[in-house]
């Protein structure tokens, strides 16, 4: 995609999210950082003097010159934007670009100390409503909505768990799994992991969407439509239910882990896409590596954490041997003051008693694997 900022002046970009976030300050350019970081379905834009040279890595884009050239190209490719700029100068900017409630994306505007998040236009059936809330909670911050009703009170398919970080597998179903949502049709939701307070609103689900303990219960109901939350992936026979349907990723996935010094980044990533690969485990549901502190500094560590956006979380010796693991041993504490290293680390950030995964060893990694229970 090309957007069109200015006679003689492009910026070039990938477009990878449905909604895009745009700062204009220092500011709001951290909290943009944080919030594009925390919210994966969207694409940052903002001024090319606050360059951080990590923009290519994280897909960032950098434009320069007034942001009002920039808002005719996201309006036509963004269902929903998301600025951090003064209200009044929003409103200002997007009056030419008003067309029609049915088609205008949402916008929603943040102050700039990210304490408010106001929605601005297409509140409900450009959904600024719902964006409004799932960004406040992700920055902690309070939403401000000024309809009179609020909407249908349902589930917001594309930010179902947005959250907590939740991730579509493919985007394909989206629009016709919402029709189905929004038209009051049979929908079953499937939860095997991830936060189970999805639901915030004051009153029970409706009727019309039903929380089934298993994917073959809820083909055996055969609703018109499915929201599918889990970490795994599905066998052949549970495909079916994403003929309209989502499969939603939480952030479940612990990776604890060991290494050589100077392990490289690609032996670490083989050796976690070999181990998930055996687990039948998506690598989107993966949250945080975890360690002992003395690998803070581990490169392959900390490379591997930046591409994939994932916690890297060290322990002390002493911490990890609070634990209670299965295989403590001698040659490890020589070398660390710790029993364990990949086993204990794993169990103290997932809070699970039991891995899935208990110490592999692969040439200069040493891996266990945990989910978090919730």
């Known amino acids: 995609m090309t957007l069109v900022l200015e006679e003689g002046k492009q910026v070039k970009l990938e477009k990878n999210g449905t909604y895009a976030i745009v700062a204009i300050t220092k500011h709001g350019v951290e909290l943009a950082r944080n919030l594009h970081k925390k919210f994966p379905q969207t694409d940052l ?11 290519q890595r994280r897909n960032i884009s950098l434009f320069e010159g007034n942001v009002r050239l920039l808002l005719p190209s996201l309006f036509q490719e963004y269902k929903g934007i998301i600025m951090i700029v003064s209200l009044g100068a929003v409103v200002r900017m997007i009056a030419p670009l008003l067309k029609d409630k049915k088609t205008d994306p949402a916008v929603v505007v943040i102050d700039d100390k990210g304490e408010h998040v106001i929605s601005v236009l297409s509140g409900h059936l450009g959904g600024a409503n719902e964006l409004t809330k799932e960004v406040a909670e992700l920055l902690g911050a309070t939403p401000v909505i000024t309809t009179a009703s609020d909407v249908q009170k349902t589930i917001p398919v594309d930010l179902f768990g947005s959250r907590f970080g939740w991730t579509w597998e493919s985007a394909e179903k989206l629009t016709p799994v919402s029709a189905s949502v929004v038209n009051e049709e049979q929908v079953a939701v499937i939860q095997e992991s991830g936060e189970r307070d999805w639901w915030h609103y004051d009153r029970p ?28 992936n599905l066998k052949e026979a549970e495909q079916a239910i994403l003929e309209n349907g989502v499969l939603y990723r939480p952030k479940v996935i612990v990776l604890g882990m060991g290494c050589n010094r100077g392990t490289s980044m690609e032996e670490i990533e083989q050796v976690i896409y070999s181990t998930l690969e055996e687990l039948k485990f998506s690598i989107k549901s993966v949250k945080a590596i ?17 591409k994939y956006n994932w916690d890297f979380i060290c322990y002390s010796a002493d911490e990890l041997n609070r634990m209670s693991i299965d295989d403590p041993s001698e040659t490890v504490f020589k070398f660390t003051g710790a029993y364990g290293v990949s086993e204990p680390a794993a169990k103290l950030f997932s809070g699970a008693d039991t891995l899935s995964l208990v110490k592999k060893k692969s040439g200069n990694v040493t891996i266990s694997v945990a989910v978090i229970p919730y």
């Open 45 to 55: 834009f903002y001024m090319s003097k606050f360059e951080r040279e990590d923009e």
């Open 205 to 232: 689900l409706p009727d019309t969407i039903k929380v089934y303990p298993s994917i073959e219960d809820a083909l055996h109901a055969k609703p018109n439509a499915a929201l599918v939350v889990t970490h795994r």
């Open 290 to 306: 975890c360690s002992i502190d003395l690998k803070k500094d581990e490169k392959g560590f900390l490379a591997i954490s930046e």
